[in-house]
């Protein structure tokens, strides 16, 4: 199909054979790399619906010698353990991307107008934190003693709500949108605040989407935090804390096991790490294709712009 | 707030005193407020533990609190130095983000000018998805995917040494394997989606340029070497300063899931700061050797961003942060 479609597609005269060279490298090149990208995934999965006897036998492996869904059937036979983690990092996620992304937009709005007396000191209050910060240790000291937010899901929530790479990212695409509409909209009456739901919200969703999106995945691929200031003891803890859990110790997978009728001997621990991690990332997987333009158009403006 | 008592109490005064102030604030009051939320969260989350680093000049212990342990200057530095694991950190840390830089960098722009020169439509868009699914995973399931491939029991890569008759390999306990695993982790995570600046700017070039040295009989090599290198060079530069700033921030998520939390036989070659400081807090509760290391990291990495900015904005001044 290659060559039709490239005689199509292209509107230079290519097919001289230096371009066709190195059309073909391209072709191998980038095919390969995609491929890499891909069979790791296919191995968690391929393992995840392998028997523990053949995975105790064979190893892990893309396809599976002996077909098994026990894993999954321990999994989801009590799904409260796992239902809850999709909960709580549901919710976390929509609340944090919600207020997060409102905040975002308010700040980078006001701070790209040219009219506004103290942009420049507070960028630079906003972008300061990421040349000089406290460390850890303070940080840690900071949540835990002072905002007693300890097994809290605050915590988490809170520290990922903004940060100065999204602020600067919208205010680079809110200044695309000319002054004079707001000036204009001055003229008539309209006060800061209206201006900014009524006519800059509605003109930038492309961005808000695309800032909306880096926050809301920030949540979803969220552990740090989890790990720092949640134990693991919590009954429903975030989805990656759950798998982060599941995947350094045994024990939790007994754990989440011991409420099936399974003999502790049994419980197929290999595969249920795999399981777990298919149930917990594979639902991200399928709806990233429909999104992945806005993180496109996010890394174009946000690495160049600073 | 407090505008609005002033302007109760001394309306006048303060108008003749700076009345075109008084004016500006009130014409700003609604921006300023829009910028509260994000403000406040600074100052709590960035501004607030700073004088925490204060931490790095005392004996902490947990009795005693913060204002009460004792003060013991730079002890805790020299400690770090005399151990030799401030150096040890540093070249780690510097290390792997330079490898990081430098080889992701090559990988994007290769990335970058092999998918412009593909045609096939459909090829290129589902590889450019595969290509940007590793980044949009957790660093959890990273790890996860490494301990298939490199389990000693089970992994996939002493499965394939087996079938071929060779004896299986303890990577887990294998210091000088880690690097090698930890860089190509890294350039499998990020090359796609980092290509996608390098790919924006080739879409940004000029075709009649691109046309004209085919009439000159410019082969593709020569396009590409001539042409389409050169077009990414500020690119290339502007992003290779900036990273070069954050050179002393390590990359804790990737490193702390691929090599594990108590992997004590690997920290030779897989110690960098971000983990050291974790585990003086989390494992070894010394709170000051930890502050004290991220002092260290926060003043260096300050200096090395501020030299960067300034060679960036000799370079180009409109791509300077400040």
Redo the contacts between chains.
């Keep these: 199909?290659?060559v039709m479609?490239?005689k199509m597609?292209?509107t230079?005269?290519?097919t001289?054979?230096?371009?066709l060279?190195?059309?073909g490298?391209?072709?191998i090149?980038?095919?390969g790399?995609?491929?890499?990208?891909?069979l790791?995934?296919l191995?968690?999965l391929g393992?995840s619906f392998t028997s523990e006897a053949a995975?105790?036998k064979?190893?892990?492996?893309f396809w599976p010698r002996e077909f098994s869904t026990f894993a999954y059937k321990i999994v989801l036979e009590n799904p409260a353990q796992i239902l809850g983690s999709y909960a709580v990092t549901l919710g976390i996620t929509i609340v944090g991307t919600a207020v997060g992304l409102l905040?975002?937009a308010?700040?980078g709005?006001?701070?790209q107008?040219p009219?506004?007396?103290?942009r420049n000191k507070?960028s630079?209050?906003?972008?300061f934190?990421t040349?000089?910060?406290?460390?850890?240790?303070?940080?840690?000291?900071?949540v835990t003693q002072?905002?007693h937010l300890k097994d809290n899901y605050l915590a988490v929530l809170?520290?990922g709500?903004?940060s100065p790479f999204l602020?600067i990212m919208m205010k680079s695409f809110v200044s695309s949108i000319p002054h004079a509409i707001t000036e204009s909209a001055k003229i008539d009456g309209a006060?800061?605040?209206t201006i900014?739901v009524k006519l800059i919200l509605p003109m930038t969703t492309p961005a808000l989407a695309t800032i909306g999106l880096f926050i809301a995945?920030g949540y979803?691929?969220?552990?740090?935090n989890s790990m720092?200031f949640l134990s693991a003891d919590m009954q429903y803890r975030p989805l990656?804390l759950y798998?982060?859990n599941v995947?350094?110790k045994a024990d939790a997978i007994r754990n989440s096991a011991a409420a099936s009728n399974v003999p502790l001997s049994d419980v197929p621990i290999?595969t249920m790490?795999?399981a777990i991690?298919v149930v917990?990332?594979g639902p991200?997987?399928l709806f990233?294709?429909f999104v992945?333009r806005y993180?496109?158009k996010g890394?174009?403006v946000g690495?160049?712009k600073? | 707030m407090s505008v609005l008592t002033e302007r109760e109490s001394s309306m006048e005064i303060e108008r003749k005193r700076s009345g075109s102030w008084w004016k500006?604030?009130k014409?700003?009051r609604?921006?300023?407020?829009?910028?509260v939320?994000?403000?406040a969260?600074?100052i709590?989350?960035?501004?607030?533990?700073?004088?925490?680093?204060y931490?790095a000049f005392i004996k902490y212990n947990y009795s005693d609190g913060?204002f009460h342990s004792p003060f013991v200057g730079f002890e805790n530095f020299r400690f770090l130095v005399m151990t030799g694991d401030l150096w040890k950190l540093t070249f780690n840390t510097v290390a792997y983000n330079l490898a990081f830089i430098l080889l992701g960098n090559v990988l994007q722009i290769?990335?970058a000018v092999?998918?412009n020169?593909?045609?096939?439509?459909?090829?290129?868009k589902?590889?450019?998805?595969?290509?940007?699914?590793?980044h949009?995973?957790?660093?959890?399931?990273i790890?996860?995917?490494a301990?298939?491939?490199l389990?000693y029991?089970?992994?996939?890569l002493?499965?394939i040494l087996q079938s071929l008759g060779m004896e299986p390999l303890k990577v887990y306990s294998t210091p000088n394997a880690w690097p090698f695993i930890i860089v190509l982790t890294y350039l499998?995570q990020s090359?796609?989606?980092g290509s996608?600046?390098y790919f924006?700017a080739i879409m940004g070039l000029d075709?009649e340029i691109?046309?004209a040295a085919?009439i000159d009989g410019a082969?593709?090599?020569?396009r590409?070497r001539h042409i389409v290198l050169p077009w990414l060079k500020p690119?290339f530069i502007?992003?290779l300063l900036?990273s070069l700033g954050g050179i002393l921030k390590g990359n804790?998520?990737l490193i702390y899931?691929l090599v594990?939390?108590n992997n004590t036989a690997l920290y030779a070659t897989t110690d960098i700061i971000?983990t050291y400081?974790?585990r003086?807090?989390?494992t070894n509760f010394n709170?000051s050797l930890?502050?004290a290391?991220?002092?260290y990291?926060?003043l260096f990495?300050?200096v090395i961003?501020l030299t960067a900015n300034w060679l960036v904005r000799k370079l180009s001044p409109e791509?300077s942060?400040?």
């Design positions: 199909m290659g479609d490239e597609q292209s230079r005269k290519t001289d054979r230096s371009s060279v190195i059309r490298i391209s072709y090149c980038i095919g790399f995609a491929l890499c990208c891909l790791p995934f191995l968690v393992t995975v105790k064979f190893g892990f492996n905040i975002v308010m700040t709005y006001a701070l107008r009219d506004f007396l103290f507070i630079f209050f906003i972008y934190t040349l000089f910060s406290g460390g850890l240790v303070p940080f840690y000291l900071l002072y905002l809170l520290p709500l903004l602020i006060g800061d605040f900014f995945l979803w691929n969220e552990w740090y720092l990656q798998l982060y995947v350094t290999e790490k795999m991690a917990a990332t991200v997987i990233y294709p992945q993180f496109i890394i174009t690495a160049v600073g | 500006k604030m014409n700003n609604t921006l300023l407020l829009m910028c939320p994000a403000v969260f600074f709590v989350f960035a501004y607030l533990p700073m004088p925490g680093l931490l913060i290769t990335v092999l998918l020169e593909m045609r096939g439509k459909w090829f290129k589902v590889s450019q998805t595969l290509m940007f699914l590793p949009f995973i957790s660093a959890v399931l790890g996860l995917i301990y298939n491939i389990s029991d089970y992994g996939l002493n499965g499998w090359t796609g989606y996608i600046v924006a075709n691109v046309e085919e082969n593709a090599f020569q590409i690119t502007i992003l900036f804790f998520g899931n594990g939390a971000e400081v974790f003086s807090l989390m709170f930890g502050s290391v991220s002092l990291q926060s990495g300050f961003v791509n942060l400040f």
